[in-house]
């Protein structure tokens, strides 16, 4: 069986950049890295792109309690969505 690193590496940058760019928003608060804004499809979502932006795992902030704002509130992005690599 043939496996294409390079397909499976445009599919997890896809599947990443999606969990982007959701129009929800939520608040994720863990005791450790602080709090943060991020966009929200599920809980689950929320917590993958805190883990992103502190630099974690997200297993490291299963405890880390997320709550829904407005969806006009901003959402703090990595460097690589905002054209700073």
């Not at 969990?19 to 991020?38: D, M, N, Q």
């Not at 809980?43 to 997320?66: F, H, K, M, P």
Request: glycine residues 6%; charged residues 30%; hydrophobic residues 35%.
């Amino acid at each position: 069986m043939y496996f294409d690193r390079n397909s499976y590496q445009k599919s997890v940058r896809r599947a990443r950049e999606e969990r982007w760019r959701v129009r929800g928003r939520a608040r994720v608060v863990h005791p450790k890295y602080g709090a943060v804004v991020v966009p929200h499809r599920s809980n689950y979502s929320a917590l993958l792109n805190a883990a992103e932006y502190w630099g974690c795992e997200w297993t490291d902030i299963r405890d880390a309690e997320v709550w829904a704002v407005s969806d006009g509130t901003a959402v703090v992005m990595p460097k690589e969505f905002c054209g700073r690599n």
